[in-house]
């Protein structure tokens, strides 16, 4: 798993701009359908959320499984939820996962780009 950060990290300072928007044509296609730019009941809105804690959005109610997971949404973290999402937080209530790793390193970097 951590080689996979670390390849995502590097691919996201490497390609920057091009990779993230990469991304952005992704999570509209995976991800836009419950991730708007408002949260909603589904999911929380997705701005800043690269570095920021986990479950910290204070206009979302999140499952008790990320409630206790402890940290930031690194890009380990992001990577590691992105790949199998109950893996990461038994309990979650995402049902999408990103299978593919360089379908996560461009979406990672597009959540890099929500400020």
Do not use: E
Not at 77 to 91: E, R, S
């Amino acid at each position: 798993m951590l080689r996979y950060a670390l390849a995502a990290a590097a691919l996201s300072l490497a390609a920057g701009p091009a990779l993230a928007q990469d991304g952005a044509a992704l999570f509209n296609m995976q991800c836009k359908m419950c991730h708007q730019a408002a949260s909603t009941s589904l999911a929380p809105a997705l701005t800043g959320v690269a570095g920021a804690k986990i479950a910290a959005r204070p206009d979302f109610t999140y499952s008790p499984a990320l409630k206790a997971k402890d940290g930031a949404w690194t890009d380990a973290n992001l990577d590691a939820y992105l790949k199998a999402p109950m893996a990461f937080a038994p309990g979650t209530r995402m049902p999408v996962s990103v299978p593919a790793d360089d379908a996560r390193a461009a979406i990672i970097a597009y959540l890099h780009s929500l400020k």
